[in-house]
């Protein structure tokens, strides 16, 4: 592929991809995600290939300049319904194949590529044993709005034609073409996109603020260091629709006069990093990327940055000072980054969905966009839901919408039929609501009024089988390690809330515990250098809140109610199902364990007793048990 020199020679390549695209009357999404790969789709895409191969199926396996044949076979983003994995598409019917293993390829390819039937075998089973083979049908997907993810999963991933193909940089040209900097600036701004990486600043401000500042080179970077647990939409956007991404900063680029762009993602999103390459290397072979853009003499090169996996780059001074050389630490902010940030110049910097969000924007109007979602929050946002709950995956749905209705509408409800106790928001940074708060509206105004915020977008959902304190444990636990320990109230604040949290849920809990706690997220809150140590307490601030009767159980009644915390279980032998066989005396470390004898119908028979004093809780003897005797209680 030459160099595309100007608007002209875009228009006509992005017609001939379009046209070969809508010659496929029939497309095969095979979901390449990072969830479905680690459950076989590249053994299932493969597959499906040789077969096509073999038989000669009229069926492409990559798009060209002109119409081939009437089916296309493709790797496709995250469709999202990851607890369903392997999935695939098969468009334009929408039918989506759920726990798709490679030995379906024959029927796959038989039935729906060769004789355009669905293989109905494959479609989603609900939970009342129905079948549902539309995507749009399944309620996961019913009350999502898909905006930003609309072509991930539509369009293959690895291909900027197939992105082409769907209007891809059209976005960038008119802002090239037809726009001034100001007036992209000002797009954004009446569009009031706030940047989805958590603190939800207005982006057309940080746009015209860094447009107007004085210094040169301007830089744009993008923060796709997502290192929250249980969180992975930056991800999904990366490695399904990276050149969407790329559009954005293109766009910004042009906005602000930066000729040189950062892509900061951590090394353990190895998937996103080859595809955001690909990416980048096919942008640069059009004349996307480069030199005097579309002959406009307009230049824009991007690089990506590997992150080590230090959550603390996420924040935005360490993940600059990274880029720069030095070790990923936050720095007193004398300075806006708008004015001084990268290299000490002007910067824009946004994550991942903030950049994927605004070729729409543009393309559709900043009107458009503000009817979507709350006036003060509009637009969509994605969301990683895990936890115990039905379904799991990427979603998307309006600013605003009610966490009851993610919960229990798209989620499905609790797993198990156990009860809803809490949702862990925004991940360590976040804090946790409850079903007091289920009602409550997810936008940037309304979930920092319940104490949480909403981060980047994790959703851990709990039950009532989660203990709250250890939840709160956990968090602190990897908030700590991830310290960088320039600051003094995160480095040792956050050790000292961890030496007690493990004292409670040990059973080693004292009286005034909790008011030391609370005086100790307070204080590093208020204290800490940077984002991370000022929202590290939150776990403990919202579970203090919302569950301080748990913590008391601990302290004074010695009683873990979830029943999780294993040093506050008894552990007692059932005599009735104890064989006398001594694997669990012989497993004890601490001799708490010993032989007794009784007598049943004139026979003398041994059994054992487990002696509660000694025991330490290492339940080594209920691992050893056979016979299901060595029971535990709460």
Known sequence: MSKLTNRDALKKVRESYKKAFDAEKRKIFVCAGNGCIASGSIQVYDKLAEIIKSKNVGCSLELKE??????????????????????????????????????????????????????????????DGKLILKKDEIPFYKKQQRIVLDHC?????????????????????????????????????????????????????????TLKAQGSPK???CNGDEGDPGAFMDQSVMEGIPHQMIEGMLIAARAIGAEQGYIYVRAEYPNAVARLRKAIEQAEEFGLLGDNILGTGFNFHLTIYRGAGAFVCGEGSALMGSIEGRRGMPRVKRYRS??????????????????????????????????????SSPGTKTFALTGKIENTGLIEVPMGTKLREIIFDIGGGIRDGKKFKAVQIGGPSGGCLTEADLDMPLDFDSVPKAGAII?????????????????????????????????????????????????????????GDIETLGELAVTISQAALCGLGKTAPNPILSTL??????????????????????????????????AGCGACAKACPVGAISQQDKVLEGKKKAYYVLDEKKCIKCFACKEKCKFDAVKEEA
Request: glycine share 10%; charged share 25%; hydrophobic share 30%.
């Open 66 to 127: 002109e119409p081939g044949h009437p089916a296309g076979l493709k790797k496709g983003g995250c469709p999202g319904f990851c607890n369903q994995s392997v999935l695939v598409l098969v468009e334009p019917e929408g039918w989506l194949y759920t726990k798709v293993k490679p030995e379906d390829a024959e029927d796959i390819v038989e039935q729906t590529i060769k004789n355009g039937k669905p293989v109905e075998r494959l479609a989603y089973k609900a939970p």
């Open 153 to 209: 999963g539509k369009i293959n991933a690895e291909s900027i034609k197939e992105y082409l193909a769907v209007e891809g940089y059209s976005a960038f040209e008119k802002v090239l073409f037809d726009m001034t900097p100001e007036a992209v600036c000002k797009e954004v701004t009446d569009s009031n996109l706030r940047g989805r990486g958590g603190a939800g600043f207005p982006a057309g401000q940080k746009w015209g603020d």
């Open 219 to 221: 830089y744009i970077v």
């Open 338 to 375: 708008t004015e001084r940030g990268l290299y000490e110049k002007p910067t824009v910097l946004n994550n991942v969905e903030t950049y994927a969000n605004v070729p729409l924007i543009i393309n559709r109007g900043a009107n458009w966009y503000k009817g979507i979602g709350p006036a």
């Open 455 to 511: 981060g980047s977008g994790g959703l851990v959902v709990m039950d009532e089988t989660n203990c709250m304190i250890e939840i709160a444990r956990f968090f602190v636990d990897f908030t700590k390690r991830e310290s960088c320990g320039k600051c003094t109230p995160c480095r040792e604040g956050t050790l000292r809330m961890l030496e007690i949290l493990e004292r409670i849920v040990n059973g080693a809990g004292k009286d």
């Open 545 to 578: 809140k919302r569950f301080r009767n748990e913590y008391e159980d601990h302290i004074y009644k010695h009683k873990c109610t979830a029943g999780e915390c294993q040093k506050l279980k008894t552990l007692y032998i059932d005599p009735q199902n104890c």
